[in-house]
């Protein structure tokens, strides 16, 4: 069993950055592809970035390419994601996910999610 927390959020001005960060519970985090995704208002959950066991593999929306970046610290057990260049449009919440094996965008084949994180980018 993994417990993931997610923080950082917070009401930011576009074009503005933020970083986000999840910490898992449990010393077997480095078993987990990690994921993050978020959902918006009225629309359907969405991948934005994942990255694998040891961070050697990470994967990324187009919307967010060259904005977001993630990755992680195995020793804190956390795993982050620095979202720079924001607009309006990636406000949403944000959830981290983890699943064992090879990261993966689809969200149904992570088994472990945390609570969310809101993020609001005003223009």
């Known amino acids: 069993q993994v417990q993931l927390v997610e923080s950082g959020g917070r009401l930011v001005q576009a074009g503005g950055s933020l970083r986000l960060s999840c910490t898992a519970s449990g010393r077997t985090f480095s078993r987990y592809a990690m994921g993050w995704f978020r959902q918006a208002p009225g629309k359907e959950r969405e991948f934005v970035a994942a990255?694998?066991?040891?961070?050697?593999?990470?994967l990324y929306a187009d919307s967010v390419r060259g904005r977001f970046s993630t990755s992680r610290d195995n020793a804190k057990n956390t795993v982050y994601l620095q979202m720079a260049s924001l607009k309006p449009e990636d406000t949403a919440g944000y959830y981290c996910?983890?699943?064992?094996?090879?990261?993966?965008?689809?969200?149904?084949?992570?088994?472990?999610w945390g609570q969310g994180t809101q993020v609001i980018v005003s223009s």
């Open positions: 996910a983890a699943k064992e094996g090879e990261p993966v965008t689809t969200g149904r084949q992570y088994t472990y």
């Open positions: 990255i694998s066991r040891f961070g050697g593999m990470k």
